[in-house]
């Protein structure tokens, strides 16, 4: 493959994985899905292939589809141990962040919410409202009529409304959000860190202080979900033994919410992502598995954060 070609596919890496992402939740998938798509356009007859970008953006999403149809993905996912990928602002992987939606497409609590979606129902969102393609070229690209991708978008549509976000949060008012949260956490005052959630705010995750390691728990009433936060906020030798130290606390963006990241030195120990709602917190989302937090800690390291929020937890 001479140069050229390299290049153009190199120009299109950045959108190919940040649709991938959307598609997927997972940043290593998406990763691994691009890679295929490479190899592909590495075999492909070049010559016939008149809109590089279309045809490259075909093979991804039908790779992904391929990965999402997968009978371990299907069983990883129903066995409720999945959990999207969370990734630090400004990773390219995050993708277009113009439109409300597009913001929202990638945030942690849509990610989750589109798992209800068929595969061809998510692919379909993800095209139309994320990367506003038409629904003449989405029924191109996934190989449906024009008609039923139009029905998709609208199933997929009615699915996910109740899960509309908040409007874009940049890092002063993340840290404002996550310094009332810790705050709040740390008080052991839990009437003070219910008056932070809304009536129906939920809390997840896969063991980062909320329970067992890779067991998800769901609260839905928002005393007893500030009583299991305050529980997991609270340092114990045991937690620090599991972690390998006393991690210092960062406000940071993730996914565009609200988040709180452990760090030991350069390592992400753990990252608790907050969806905020009408200036109030609707779901907290807790995530501590280290095949999880790969990518969002090589981006950590490459930043100079800002002072801790906890120097040592």
């Not at 609208?154 to 409304?161: E, L």
């Not at 030195?265 to 989302?285: S, T």
């Not at 280290?290 to 954060?305: A, M, V």
């Amino acid at each position: 493959m001479d140069a050229a070609t390299v290049e153009r596919f190199e120009a299109n890496r950045d959108r190919l994985a940040s649709l991938a992402y959307r598609l997927l939740g997972s940043a290593a998938d998406a990763e691994d899905a691009v890679q295929d798509t490479f190899l592909r356009w590495h075999a492909a007859d070049r010559d016939r292939i008149e809109v590089p970008e279309a045809w490259l953006t075909k093979v991804v999403t039908n790779v992904s589809l391929d990965r999402l149809r997968s009978a371990q993905a299907r069983r990883e996912r129903a066995a409720g141990e999945w959990l999207p990928e969370p990734l630090l602002d400004g990773d390219p992987m995050l993708g277009p962040a113009d439109t409300a939606v597009q913001r929202e497409s990638v945030t942690l609590a849509m990610l989750l919410l589109m798992e209800r979606l068929s595969p061809v129902e998510r692919a379909v969102y993800v095209l139309r409202e994320a990367f506003a393609y038409r629904h003449t070229e989405i029924a191109e690209i996934l190989d449906i009529t024009e008609s039923a991708s139009q029905q998709h978008a609208h199933r997929a549509r009615q699915r996910i409304a109740a899960g509309r976000a908040g409007g874009r949060i940049d890092q002063a008012a993340a840290r404002r959000v996550v310094e009332a949260f810790v705050a709040a956490a740390s008080s052991g005052d839990v009437d003070r860190l219910v008056a932070l959630l809304t009536d129906d705010a939920t809390g997840i995750s896969d063991g980062a202080g909320f329970g067992p390691a890779r067991k998800l728990l769901r609260h839905a009433d928002p005393r007893r979900l500030a009583i299991a936060l305050r529980a997991a906020f609270l340092p114990t030798p045991a937690k620090r033994k599991l972690v390998g130290g006393s991690p210092s606390m960062y406000a940071e963006v993730v996914n565009g919410s609200p988040a709180l990241i452990a760090a030991l030195g350069d390592r992400v120990v753990g990252v608790v992502v907050l969806a905020v709602r009408d200036d109030r917190i609707a779901a907290v989302c807790g995530i501590a598995d280290p095949g999880r937090l790969g990518r969002l800690t090589r981006w950590w390291r490459r930043r100079e954060p800002a002072a801790p929020v906890i120097t040592s937890w």
